[in-house]
């Protein structure tokens, strides 16, 4: 299983200096990779959850992989509808070029966050029609020999869009979203299916799903299988039966991870957002790196 980490661009901790701490210890420690969001601007019901304060994820993410050298960059996920395809288009392959082919690009619709769609000027009820027909755009603009694109909200004359990404035939493209329409997505146009704080019992049936989309969609390749995790916390001593997937003791998160293991999980995207400070982040991803992934690794 790859094992990566959600670093602090958004909330009370959300300062460059322990977004570059996070990142430097998170490669240091072996971790796989890093995940930042994307939100152009924070409408309910994150405003009064989680603050009006969000760094922006294609300049958080070129910062990242200017001081980095190997570790994976993600960004879970990127509301498709909020960027011109042609526009984000030139965005991804840039970054996947700079980084040296390290880019995985999470997409989704942007979920029921009508407030950030109407400050954008965007229609909210097109939003998933959009995302299937930009995705489509994005692939289009970087294949070789590009010929133009003509979509239902897009169209696209043949021109220059070059550098294509650096990975061919593009960065890994993982849908966000826990639905069946976002599995769909998965199955039909992307690489990878990437859904939000599910229980194992809950992924495994998703999982099952994903493959019978697969197979309705004649796929060459299996889509690998990621999640967002729960807010995380590590404690020394076990928590009771009400507690949530992937918190309490490291024999908990590890016994947990297998049967997420089990349920057909590829990777992870490991979410310490309580920590009280970075500090305590960076003990929780030592602690992680030394107690837990041995353990399920083994």
Known sequence: MQFGIAVPTYGRHARRESILEAALKAEALGYDSIWVPDHIVTGEPFLSRMGPHWFEPFVTL?????????????????????????????????????????????????????????????????????????????????????????????????????????QQPHPPLWVGGNSRVAIRRAAQ????????????????????????????????????VSLQSEYMTITDEPLGEDRLPLNGSPDQIADDLRRYQAAGLDSIALRFATARDTAELVAWMERFAAEIRPAVDA
Not at 206 to 212: D, H, I, M, N, T
């Open 62 to 166: 070129a910062y990242i992989a200017g001081r980095t050298r190997t570790i994976k960059l993600g960004l879970a996920v990127l509301v498709v509808p909020y960027r011109h395809p042609v526009f984000a288009a030139k965005l991804i392959s840039t970054l996947d070029r700079l980084s040296d082919g390290r880019l995985i690009v999470g997409v989704g619709s942007g979920g029921e966050v009508a407030t950030e769609f109407e400050v954008l000027g965007l229609p909210h009820s097109e939003r998933g029609a959009v995302t299937d027909d930009y995705i489509q755009a994005f692939k289009a603009m970087w294949s070789e020999g590009f010929a133009g694109y003509q979509g239902k909200h897009c169209r696209i004359p043949r021109l220059g869009v070059e550098p294509r990404p650096l």
């Open 189 to 224: 146009h992307c690489d990878g299916w990437h859904p939000l704080r599910l229980t194992p019992a809950q992924l495994a049936d998703g999982v099952a799903e994903l493959r019978s989309m697969e197979r309705r969609f004649d796929r060459a390749a299996p889509v690998t």
